[in-house]
C-alpha cells in the first residue's frame, strides 16, 4: 500500500508494532542472533563516523527524559552492574589507562578551580569550621595530632622558638607579612608531622594562620 508521505509511513508502522508487538520483538531477537556479527560491525562502523553527533543526541535526550534513564538503571541496576564488572575484568589494562587519564584530568581541573577561586573556597572553610560540623572537625583533627605529637621527636622550647622569629625577623616565611595582635604567628613544619616530620627547632618556621591553613600537610612551598 503506498503512503503519501513519511509522517503516513511512521504511523503505520508504529501502529502495527503496537498490535504485533509480542511477534515483532521475537522476530528482531531472533534477526539479531542469526546477523549479530554484521550488525555489530555497521552499528561500530555508524558509530565511528557520526561519534560527535550521537553523543550530543544522547546527552540531550537523557536531560530531556532523565526520568526515564533514572527509571531503566533501577529496573536493570543487577544486569548494568555485572555486565560493568565483567567488562572490567575482561579490559583490565584499558581500565587503568583511563582510570589515569581521568584521574590526571580531574587533578588538572580541580587545581585550575582552585587557583580560580582561591578566596571563595577559603572564605566557605571558614564559615564551615564555625558550624558545629567544622567545630567537630577540627576538635578531632586535633586529638590526631596531639597523638601523632606524642610518638615524634618533640623537643622544640619557647626560648627556641622565639630565636626562630627573631632569626626570621618577625615576618611569615611564606607571605612576608608582619605579626601583630592582628596576625600571630603560627608554627609551621617543614616536614609535617603527618609525614613523619618531627617537632623540632630545625624542621619549623613562623607562618601567618593564612599560609599555614594554604600549605596543609604539604612538605615546605612557596604559597605566593
Known amino acids: 500500500m503506498p503512503y503519501k508521505n513519511k509522517e503516513d509511513s511512521i504511523a503505520n508502522k508504529k501502529r502495527y508494532y503496537q498490535e504485533h508487538k509480542e511477534h515483532c520483538k ?16 555497521k552499528r561500530n562502523k555508524y558509530y565511528k563516523k557520526n561519534k560527535g553527533k550521537i553523543l550530543i543526541n544522547n546527552k540531550q535526550w537523557k536531560k530531556d527524559n532523565p526520568e526515564y534513564d533514572k527509571e531503566r ?11 560493568s564488572n565483567q567488562y572490567r575484568k575482561n579490559n583490565p589494562e584499558y581500565i587503568k589507562k583511563y582510570s589515569e587519564d581521568y584521574r590526571q584530568k580531574n587533578e588538572e581541573q580541580i587545581k585550575d578551580y582552585r587557583q580560580k577561586n582561591k578566596e571563595r573556597i577559603l572564605e566557605n572553610k571558614r564559615k564551615w569550621l564555625k558550624t558545629d ?34 632569626e626570621y625577623d618577625y615576618k611569615c616565611v611564606y607571605c612576608g607579612c608582619e605579626f601583630d595582635e592582628d596576625t600571630l604567628p603560627t608554627k609551621d613544619h617543614v616536614i609535617p608531622i603527618s609525614k613523619g616530620g618531627d ?26
Not at 521475537?26 to 560491525?41: A, C, G
Request: proline share 1%.
Open 73 to 83: 538503571y533501577v529496573k536493570n541496576r543487577e544486569v548494568i552492574l555485572e555486565k
Open 133 to 166: 560540623i567544622g567545630k567537630a572537625y577540627n576538635q578531632r583533627k586535633d586529638v590526631i595530632r596531639r597523638a601523632k605529637e606524642r610518638e615524634i621527636i618533640n623537643t622544640l622550647t619557647s626560648e627556641e622558638w622565639l630565636n626562630i622569629l627573631k
Open 26 to 41: 521475537e522476530f528482531n531477537r531472533n534477526y539479531y542472533e542469526e546477523n549479530k556479527e554484521n550488525i555489530l560491525t
Open 199 to 224: 617537632n623540632t627547632k630545625d624542621n619549623v618556621v613562623p607562618s601567618c594562620r593564612s599560609c599555614n591553613s594554604k600549605k596543609g600537610n604539604r612538605i615546605f612551598v612557596n604559597i605566593k
